[in-house]
């Protein structure tokens, strides 16, 4: 009877979802359990929460282990009922904030080891198979899983006062992809760009909305994520701890107390400052952030918030003789000054257009050309097979041949070099650099195996590249890879080709889920404004489409290629 109770508790909290997401009264609980987005208003999910059961007298090893994977799920008050199902000294020793494994449920199998266990026995072993859907690092970093393949957990059991519970278990807790959603919210950290001119995000996922502004401050101060790092730049000094190792809010104001490090700089005290702000806005208890650095409280006027890299909401278009922005009807192209002429002169097949739309890096049948405004064009990179090249933020092209992804170059400030690339693969579909300048996306494929990446640039002070980080690995499905955008600050788009003919857009967060959608019939390119409703597709016939509801619309037809852009003030 009881794990039965426990299944209509969790269709009852099911329903009490669906009838808060209607717009019904809160039900009294208090936790976050819903996926966490910026919010102005109080949102009523918040106030949700899962309730699971602690042991009952007379469980099985089996019903123990459900019990504990159930009870896994409430973070509150550290994970107090889940450790119910341990034993006093495995119970000192677990650590569920170690590791997080999110696994597909319909798969998971629960498998006695050995014979069950009689009634004189007072110790068995169990084990878990787990197909990993993905995970996440003591600091809250999604992960994608590299394999799918099924995985083992073992878990001992001892008998304590005639009762089963578990002795011994893999540090960190197994939730299902389900659960993950309504467990864990997702916020961004912040960063700075190396110029310190922009705010870069860095999303992690945290469990508890009762002390989630504890675990945002307590990862921000160890810094960006270990792929990001070596792209982005931090004002929080090396040693600086929070001291009390809490943020308690009141009144809507999260005081922060913060001690160690060399901090004498006042504006490196309000970057701090700006990184608190931004990081915990999203917090929906927290209204205002209190700063102490060594016990001298912060009264320096806060720091303006760098805007989010904006792309012109004209879609860069070549319809086979004028190279421009698209008008809003679809039936004129408006050139760009200086620039378009000799764009179309090259003959090109693909383009991308840099800041301020005063440079544009061409690909035609002579390679990789850089056209800058009122300036003859400049041949870059004359190898065979090339793809569509990027243009960043600062004005340096990349570019790689289609059939040779680890042969990246790139041009900028009147030099030319090459960087070792992080990856593995047999073609290349894509890249474009972020319109931050900090990370580069590329697309890649294999035996019809795609691989989506995002990976740090690092710079020197003249802002040329001088490696790349280790990637993160984002979601994508097998196929031929065909194209990939940038649509904000930390959302990308893949393209892929099914099997079937049809295709497949991912749209994603870095660091966050997915969410799949098919693509229009022969879409060979996608492109983002800024926002994921700007994204427009070209199809191999030329038809411009754009978002209408949950179908696409014709918007122009006759257009040979889609050029992605960067930044305009």
């Given at each position: 009877m009881r794990h039965a109770k426990r299944t209509v508790r969790s269709a009852a909290a099911a329903v009490a979802v669906l009838a808060l997401a209607a717009g019904c009264a809160a039900i009294p609980s208090s936790g976050g359990v819903n996926r966490g987005q910026a919010r102005t208003v109080e949102d009523p999910l918040d106030s949700l929460e899962l309730v699971p059961e602690g042991p009952a007298k007379g469980d099985t090893p089996e019903q123990i282990l459900r019990g504990f994977i159930d009870?896994?799920?409430?973070?509150?008050?550290?994970?107090?009922?889940?450790?119910?199902?341990?034993?006093?000294?495995?119970e000192e020793d677990w650590e569920p904030g170690s590791r997080v494994t999110i696994d597909v449920l319909s798969s998971r199998q629960l498998e006695q080891l050995g014979a069950e266990p009689g009634e004189d026995d007072d110790r068995t072993s169990m084990r878990v198979r787990a197909v990993p859907a993905a995970g996440l690092t003591a600091t809250g970093q999604y992960e994608i899983a590299e394999s799918r393949a099924p995985i083992e957990l073992p878990y001992e059991f001892r008998k304590v006062n005639g009762e089963w519970r578990i002795s011994d278990a893999p540090q960190g807790i197994l939730i299902d992809e389900s659960n993950f959603e309504l467990v864990f919210r997702q916020h961004a950290l912040f960063f700075f760009a190396p110029g310190f001119d922009a705010l870069v995000p860095d999303l992690r996922w945290f469990a508890g909305a009762d002390s989630v502004q504890t675990s945002i401050v307590r990862a921000l101060l160890e810094g960006p994520s270990e792929w990001l790092a070596g792209g982005v730049v931090t004002a929080v000094p090396e040693g600086m701890r929070l001291e009390p190792d809490a943020v308690p809010v009141a009144g809507r104001v999260a005081s922060v107390e913060l001690v160690g490090g060399n901090v004498d700089d006042a504006l490196a005290i309000q970057r701090i400052q700006l990184q608190l702000d931004e990081s915990l806005r999203a917090v929906r208890s927290v209204g205002e952030v209190s700063l102490t650095v060594n016990g001298a409280a912060n009264d320096l006027a806060a720091l303006p918030v760098p805007p989010a890299p904006r792309v012109d909401s004209r879609t860069v278009v070549f319809d086979g003789e004028r190279f421009g922005y698209l008008s809003s009807d679809g039936a004129d192209v408006e050139t760009l000054p200086g620039i378009s002429e000799q764009v179309a002169a090259l003959g090109p097949v693909g383009a991308a257009v840099g800041p301020e739309a005063q440079r544009v890096a061409v690909l035609s049948s002579a390679g990789v050309s850089l056209v800058s405004r009122g300036d003859p064009a400049q041949t870059l990179d004359t190898r065979p097979g090339l793809v569509t090249p990027a243009i960043d933020e600062h004005d340096v092209v990349w570019s790689v041949p289609a059939d040779e992804p680890g042969a990246l170059e790139w041009f900028g400030?009147?030099?030319?070099?090459?960087?070792?690339?992080?990856?593995?693969?047999?073609?290349?579909?894509?890249?474009?650099?972020?319109?931050?300048?900090?990370?580069?996306?590329?697309?890649?494929?294999?035996?019809?195996?795609?691989?989506?990446?995002?990976?740090?640039?690092?710079?020197?002070?003249?802002?040329?590249?001088?490696?790349?980080?280790?990637?993160?690995?984002?979601?994508?499905?097998?196929?031929?890879?065909?194209?990939?955008?940038?649509?904000?600050?930390?959302?990308?788009?893949?393209?892929?080709?099914?099997?079937?003919?049809?295709?497949?857009?991912?749209?994603?967060?870095?660091?966050?889920?997915?969410?799949?959608?098919?693509?229009?019939?022969?879409?060979?390119?996608?492109?983002?404004?800024?926002?994921?409703?700007?994204?427009?597709?070209?199809?191999?016939?030329?038809?411009?489409?754009?978002?209408?509801?949950?179908?696409?619309?014709?918007?122009?037809?006759?257009?040979?290629?889609?050029?992605?852009?960067?930044?305009?003030?």
């Open positions: 009870a896994a799920t409430s973070p509150r008050n550290s994970y107090d009922v889940a450790r119910d199902f341990l034993t006093g000294s495995f400030g009147g030099q030319h070099g090459t960087l070792p690339v992080p990856w593995n693969a047999e073609r290349i579909a894509g890249l474009e650099v972020s319109r931050d300048g900090t990370r580069l996306l590329v697309f890649l494929e294999t035996n019809g195996h795609t691989q989506l990446l995002v990976a740090a640039v690092q710079r020197d002070a003249q802002h040329l590249p001088l490696a790349l980080g280790t990637p993160v690995r984002l979601d994508a499905v097998d196929g031929e890879a065909r194209d990939i955008a940038w649509v904000d600050a930390r959302t990308v788009v893949s393209l892929t080709g099914l099997s079937d003919g049809s295709g497949a857009i991912i749209t994603q967060e870095v660091g966050g889920l997915a969410t799949r959608r098919t693509a229009p019939e022969d879409a060979v390119q996608v492109t983002g404004g800024n926002n994921v409703r700007d994204l427009r597709t070209l199809t191999s016939e030329g038809v411009l489409q754009s978002q209408a509801g949950v179908g696409w619309q014709p918007r122009a037809t006759g257009v040979a290629f889609l050029a992605p852009q960067q930044r305009v003030d």
